[in-house]
């Protein structure tokens, strides 16, 4: 059974940092993993993605500089990957979601757009105060 688990998400002060946790288990093989959010009442939208492999790796243009995405660790079938924030700003406040893709993309482009990920976690909630 795949699950997909964000963690670490809290109130926190403007220019502030916080990181996230995303655990997907029960998945062998995985092709990459994604971050994406969605602010009240605004459509979900890409922040972060990286391959399994490392080599592709993507940033939403509003937090690029401030949010690092890690590497994705595997052990067995349980998948981890991280996200870190920095410098957080008001408009960084959302709900955080992780996402899975286990299979290859012509193009790793694609990560950047949710209907390419297979499994999805509830989300985590990030709350940046002023």
């Known amino acids: 059974q795949v699950q997909v688990v964000e963690s670490g998400g809290r109130l926190v002060q403007a220019g502030g940092s916080l990181r996230l946790s995303c655990a997907a288990s029960g998945i062998l093989n995985i092709y990459a993993m994604g971050w994406f959010r969605q602010a009240p009442g605004k459509e979900r939208e890409f922040v972060a993605a990286?391959?399994?492999?490392?080599?592709?790796?993507?940033?939403?243009d509003s937090v690029k500089g401030r949010f690092t995405i890690s590497s994705i660790s595997s052990d067995n079938a349980k998948n981890t990957v991280y996200l870190q924030m920095n410098r957080l700003k008001s408009e960084d406040t959302a709900a955080y979601f992780c996402a899975v893709r286990f299979a290859a993309l012509s193009t790793d482009n694609l990560l950047k757009y949710e209907d390419y990920y297979s499994y999805w976690g509830q989300g985590t909630q990030v709350t940046v105060s002023p």
């Open positions: 990286i391959t399994r492999s490392g080599d592709s790796t993507y940033y939403a």
